[in-house]
């Protein structure tokens, strides 16, 4: 089974790193073609896809645990966003000519962890080699109560902009870890410093704000390439506009800091990406409730703006009351 | 929309090839962060995933629409193994920075072309850059009947083992690609050269067998790493062995020509890859009422040999009544 530093052959990998993931009986551990799911009656499948290339979505240095946890957190975000609550995916790994046991070992325990904290399994995979960088594709699949998943083309002028936990952490992580300098220019602590370099490193998934998007959204997303483009592709598949009022963005006190000492920040903190955020338009004489029914879920909510009948697609970025002029509108990873 | 050149930025290029592959309902045009799908009342949804690399598992200039094709149908053989019929997937494609229009819109076309083909339909997808080879990740997904997907673990001593189609040509087909020289030494006319490159360049999978599968398969699967090593991990998970007759093996004319012209070919037939066929177990009782329904489907089907109650995972290959011994017993992509 093994050939060479100890290193198994894919069959022998398979078993010892991803067999005890798959967890679910239709997975029939790893050992067949395909998986089985039945969908219980009334629900809809929720199905999204994502993947990640060492040196453009991660460094390849990234603890390996992290690297898997963000692979399947990105999809978990994107079924969070449509009200879905996740139950498995499916994993491709291409592994470099240099890949170790150890690496693949770190790898599988952080999607053993995540697995555990998001109540997911692991349905199937393929493994393959690459002469390239080391990359991961994941499909998650998860359930909806029928007819409650929310769209993004569904915001209406007079709505309510909400998004969920905090804007811009991620995007001024991946900041200081292109340039350290930044912690002192941006007087971070070091924990500050580690909560947005963290941030960036490990996306935390909104899976409990699912059930608020089914009761409560009309138009929703994740936001992966930046508050401001994305609620402008969401204003764009609406064929409406929006205002996006900078002074309410919920920051966390490293961001705040951050934008405090630098105001260059807050133009990372509205364009960058990797936030993982939910970007959710309500209907405002629901909003009270709303707000409500987020408290009691333990989910963070905060308006930052209204769904505007302008020129479809424009977001107007204010900021004490005056227009603010972005560098660029969105992160894009591609 | 455009940046250099004449190339579409992510959203451009997701309109311009994806969009019109995404014709059901619930992929919502690709707009939205995930797809919605529905399973009908007693179907279980069958679930695959494979990845093809450049470079590994096809050859960076092939044709575009091809490599599309073959990255889609490696998956529905898959689940054609299952006794699923397609409904759709899901793409992640990492392009290379020299990625041209051109390149995409044949790959599209590919997929367009497939798409009609079997049934099937663009769900989602993820398009990413790769500084390294270009890769293809696909999910696919499709329908069985409720409690009817065959597994691999199923195969019991005394039951027939059948493949569909012919063996062998693709791996022969990757030879002759590798060394031109072998047309001669094989004896090959163009026209049966071409078939074995054309089933290395394009596999065919057994969609219209998935039926046969519901209703006669004790075990079956795909096979994708060789006739000899995919029947010894079929007896492996059943706990059997196997005897395989290699003078019944199904040989197209190409490449009965070349086992004749070279006794070494044999061992490319038994062991090499890519044949994306199904090997499948029946009982010796409904033999004849399964070829007889494969006939009505117009999927040809060849007894190959007998499972039996030996070693566990032992095939026993025998020709002219005589073991073989195989250089190795199977062709890994990994």
Known sequence: MTRGGGRPDED???????????????????????????????????????????????????????????????NLSDLAAKGARPVGYLLSIAL??????????????????DQEEFGVALFGGDTVRTPGPLWISVTA???????QVPRR????????????????????????????????????SDREAEHLLDRYL???????????????ASASMDISDGLAGDLGRMCSASDVGAVLDADRLPLSAAAAKAVRS?????????????????????????AEVFEAAALDQGVRVTAVGTIMPSFSGHVRVERRGQPLVLDRLAFRHF
Do not use: C
């Open 262 to 286: 630098d105001p260059s920040a807050l133009n990372t903190v509205l364009t960058g990406g990797d936030d993982y955020e939910i970007l959710v338009t309500i209907d405002a004489d629901a």
């Open 12 to 74: 022998g990998l398979i078993a010892r790193f991803f067999r005890p993931l798959a967890t679910a009986p239709g997975a029939a551990q790893l050992l067949d073609d395909a998986a089985t799911y039945q969908p219980p009656e009334g629900h809809e499948l929720v199905l999204t896809t994502d993947a990640l290339v060492a040196g453009v979505h991660f460094f390849p240095n990234d603890p390996p645990d992290a690297i898997a946890r963000k692979a399947l957190r990105v």
């Open 202 to 216: 490990l996306p935390e998934p909104r899976t409990r704000a699912a059930g608020l998007m089914n009761d409560f």
């Open 96 to 113: 470099t000519e240099d890949w170790s046991p150890d690496w693949l070992e770190s790898f599988a325990d952080g999607l053993a962890s």
């Open 153 to 188: 083309d569904r915001a209406v002028p007079g709505q309510k902009i909400y998004v969920t936990g905090t804007i811009g952490d991620s995007a001024l992580g991946l900041k200081i870890r292109m340039d350290e300098s930044l912690r002192t220019r941006w007087q971070l």
């Open 141 to 147: 699949f998860g359930l909806a109560p029928e007819g």
